[in-house]
Structure formats: C-alpha cells, structure tokens
C-alpha cells in the first residue's frame, strides 16, 4: 500500500499502529455518533478496509518494546474487510464504528476481536479461532452473526448486542468453542435464529434479560449444547418461538427463573434429554404457553416449578416423561392447562400441592419413593382419576406401596381396595357380579372386619329363627340336645361339623332358610379364603 495515497485519518491510525495507540474520529456532539447515522459521517471519519487490513497481516512492524494493535473509535470503514485464512497477530479493537460491508474473519487467527458498539451489515468468523477474547458488547448486527465451528480462548461477549435477520439465523454458532463465559445479557435481543447446536462452553452461558424473537420457528436452537457450569435464562428473559434443549448437557444448575416463553399451540420449551448435573429452576413467574418437555432429561438434584404457569390446553403442557430427578416440586401459582405427563417418571421424593393439580395427568409407570404432602388416600384417589389413560393398576400399587412405606398401612389399604373397584369397572358382568359380591362382603379382602360382621349377623339370626322354631330330629329313636347358635354355626361353616346339621331336619320355610345359610357359609368361606390369600400376598 502507498502510504502517500493515505487520507488524514488513515494517516494518524497508520502511525499509531506500531505503539498501539487509540485513535478516536468520534464528533464531539454525541448525537452524531450512532453508528446508524454513519452515512452522514465524512471524509474525517472514514477510513478504507483495506488499510485495516494491510496493519493487521504485517505491513507495519510494532517499535521495540511496544504492542502494535489497530484501536479505532468513531470511523465509518468502507470496503471490505477480508482477513480470511489471515493470521493476525495484532489485537483488533474498533468502538463505535460503522461498516459498509460485513467483516470477514474465516478461519483467520486473531489474537483478540473488539468490536464495541459498532454497526455490522453482517460478520462472518466461521472456523476462525480467537487466541482471547472476542468483545462485541453492544454491537448491532444485521443480515447475521456466524460464528460456527469457531474457537475462542477467552470470553465471548455479546451482552447488549442486537442481531437483526428476520426469519433467518440470527447468529449461526453451531459447534462453537468458548473456554470462558460467554455472555448474551443487558439487553441481548436477536430478530431470528439464536443457533448454538453442539456447542462447548468452558464457563457460564448467560442469557440473563434476553430477549429472543422468532416466531413462529425456533428462538434458541441449543441441542447438544455442552455447558461446563451455570445456564442462565432468567432476569427478564423472553422468547417468541421455541427454546431447543434437547440432548444439552449443563455443568452446573439451568435458570429459567421469571423467564417468559411464548410458542403458542406448540413446544415452548423441549429440553428432552436434558442433563443437568445440580438443579432446574422454572420458578417464580416462569410462564410457558406452549408444551413444556423433560421428557428424558436426568437432574441430578430439583427440578423445580415453583410458582409456574403453564398453559398448552390443546396438548401435554408439561412432559416428564422418564424424567429422573432426585426432587420433583410441581407446585405452579395456578392450575396446569393441559395434561400433565409423568409416566415412567423415577424420582425420590415428589412435591405438589392439591389445589394445583391438573385436570388432566398420565401417571402410569411413575416411579417416587416419598409424597409431600402425603395428604389422605380419598384425596390422593382424585388425584390417580385424573388419569386420562383410565384405569392402570401401577399408579395404585406405587402409592399404596408408599403409604405403607409410611407407615399409613390403613392409607394403603384404602388405595388398594380403590385399585380393585376400579379394575371392576372394566371387566365383564360375570366378573362384575363376583366383584360386587367380594366388595360387599369383605371389601375385596382389605376390610376384613366386614366378613366378621356378616358372620356375627348370619349367626344371631340362625340363632333367632331356629330358638323359636325348633327342627325335627332326623331319626326318632334318638334323643339329641338341640342348641340353636351351635346349629346355625355349623349350617354356617363350608367344612367339618360340629355334630348338629347331621342330626336336625328343619321343614318347610325353615328348610329354605336352612339352606341359604348354608350357602352364604359357603360363599363367605371362599371370600375370605380370597381375601386371605390377597393379604398374605400383599406380605
């Protein structure tokens, strides 16, 4: 390049260069210098691509003892600038500039990117690796932001950047690397695609009062997103669109603390498979219309929806299917609208509250070794019948088996016997009739105390009718002692004899009376005999 041929302003950042020197173009009237009003910026404050990119691979050597950098503020940059497969060795920091064109940074070699509060037509850094940080704080980007494949050694700040491309991706990070925090915070917003699939943050990812827009496609498309510690999406943040989490794994908790997701009549938020290694926080105001899914997901402590609202009335507003978590707190500020899927659901202690369950759950398979609260078998009863799959038999078995863990075997039994009630209301007449009858009779073997009062009833009713109608005696030689109870007893009892059916002979309708008792015997043997077997099953 002929430095004669350099303009004013190209001239006092070409001899800045080699000491790393700042040079500012920015007018003194502050309202002059948005970046969007740059096409009114003059010759004072326009520099050519071309120079930039001449300092930055070598055209000037940095004086001894010195750090050359290109440090810019307030130009307009006209023509492009290409440093694609560079290797740069200088720092790059522009603040409050403009550009023309959308920098290209392609698999360059950068030893540090600053573009603070500049305005970007575009920035291309697919593949490039930055040896530092990389600084775009309060940037506006339009027509994309691609980073994919990118390495960066340091940190990767976009807070307050706003990326504009409607429909499109937004920012396009697919497979990037951070070894530090990356962060989308103080006033982060994207119009378009938020992509960061297979990417690998070394530190925290902050979301922290962004605010996504892409509706009706996805917000933020982070599957198999690899966080060694915190994720934040909380703070104010909000999404028009779906939040994709799907096979993500998180080092540390994942905040969605007061966050806003919108994606109506579809996936808000499908964080499916999802592994968490401490907690997950929908809480405080979290807010979803749309389905919100962990189906899969693996959390090695809570997850929490504590003060949540959650409304997907056509669909499964929130999925847990074979979600394993140590503690589940299902505890929203108001009913789920919508069905809420636990099936195959394994935790360890699972938290609700009555006055928020949903119309609409699937239970079955779910999997928990404590309840809090436990609340009464009558009240958990509503809470199994709200099953929309009907009748299953593993729901009754978990919570009786709970109960009794407990030490609420009264509770258990209750639920069991509920158990059988309802199975009943899916068999055929013939097995309906007996169900009915062993409900009646001893409650299915669970209320063992009924059979003893239809015993005790039988009984002092034999006794009554036979005192004050005696039988005949078979054989008119003998001479028997006759006792009412003892005969009615042994009417009663389906085996053995206790010598006084054998000997009497009843006639007319005290034969028919006679013989009833002997069936009801029989029936009420076999009954208890069944409700005996279930018990010691049940041990």
């Not at 910026?41 to 055209?59: D, I, M, S």
């Not at 490039?128 to 027509?143: C, K, Q, T, Y």
């Not at 907690?279 to 899914?293: E, K, N, Q």
């Not at 059988?420 to 007996?434: E, F, H, V, Y």
Request: hydrophobic share 40%; glycine share 12%.
């Amino acid at each position: 390049m002929n430095i004669d041929e350099l303009s004013s302003p190209e001239r006092r950042l070409w001899e800045a260069f080699p000491r790393g020197e700042s040079v500012d173009l920015a007018s003194a009237d502050q309202g002059l210098n948005d970046p969007g009003g740059a096409d009114r910026w003059g010759p004072e404050r326009t520099v050519r691509a071309e120079v930039l990119v001449a300092l930055l691979v070598g055209a000037v050597a940095a004086e001894p003892g010195q750090v050359a950098a290109v440090r810019l503020s307030g130009a307009r940059v006209v023509g492009p600038l290409n440093l694609g497969h560079a290797e740069v060795a200088a720092p790059l920091a522009l603040t409050g500039c403009a550009f023309d064109e959308p920098p290209q940074l392609y698999w360059a070699k950068m030893s540090s990117v600053h573009l603070m509060r500049c305005g970007l037509p575009g920035l291309i850094a697919s593949g490039a690796r930055v040896d530092g940080h990389m600084w775009l704080e309060g940037s506006r980007i339009s027509g994309g932001l691609w980073l994919d494949g990118a390495h960066i050694t340091g940190i990767l700040n976009m807070s307050g950047v706003h990326l504009v491309n409607p429909g499109d991706d937004a920012l396009l990070a697919d497979r990037l690397t951070v070894n530090a925090n990356v962060y989308c915070d103080q006033g982060f917003t994207a119009d378009g695609e938020v992509r960061l699939p297979g990417a690998r943050i070394g530190g925290q990812l902050i979301f922290r009062g962004a605010r996504l827009h892409n509706p009706p496609g996805v917000a933020l498309y982070a599957s198999r997103l690899d966080a060694a510690a915190n994720v934040f999406c909380d703070g104010g943040f909000s999404a028009e669109g779906e939040i994709r989490l799907r096979g993500a794994r998180v080092g540390g908790y994942l905040s969605f603390v007061g966050a806003k997701l919108v994606h109506p009549e579809r996936t808000a938020l499908n964080a499916d498979d999802l592994a968490v290694e401490t907690d997950v926080y929908c809480t405080d105001g979290f807010s979803a219309d749309g389905g919100v899914s962990f189906a899969g997901a693996r959390v090695a402590g809570q997850l929490s929806l504590s003060g949540a609202r959650l409304s997907h009335e056509s669909g499964t507003a929130l999925g847990l299917q074979r979600l394993q978590a140590e503690e589940l707190l299902l505890r929203p500020t108001e009913a789920i609208k919508g069905i809420a899927d636990l099936s195959y659901a394994r935790v360890n202690l699972l938290r609700d509250d009555a006055g928020t369950w949903p119309s609409r759950l699937q239970l079955d398979g779910l999997q928990y070794e404590n309840l809090e609260p436990p609340l009464t078998a009558r009240e958990r009863l509503g809470w199994l019948r709200r099953d929309t799959d009907g009748y299953q038999p593993q729901p009754y078995e978990r919570l009786a088996q709970t109960y009794r863990s407990l030490g609420l075997d009264a509770d258990g039994r209750s639920i069991l016997l509920a158990k059988a009630r309802d199975r009943r209301s899916t068999q055929g007449l013939p097995l309906k009739t007996i169900g009915y009858l062993q409900d009646a009779l001893v409650g299915y073997g669970y209320r063992p105390f009924r059979a003893a009062s239809w015993l005790i009833g039988l009984l002092a009713f034999g006794t009554v009718v036979f005192s004050l109608h005696k039988p005949g005696v078979l054989n008119a030689d003998d001479s028997p002692h006759f006792n009412a109870f003892f005969y009615t007893l042994d009417l009663l009892l389906p085996v053995g004899s206790l010598g006084q059916e054998g000997v009497f002979a009843p006639a007319g309708i005290y034969q028919w009376i006679a013989n009833l008792l002997v069936a009801a015997g029989f029936v009420l043997g076999l009954t208890v005999a069944a409700g005996a077997t279930r018990a010691l099953s049940r041990e």
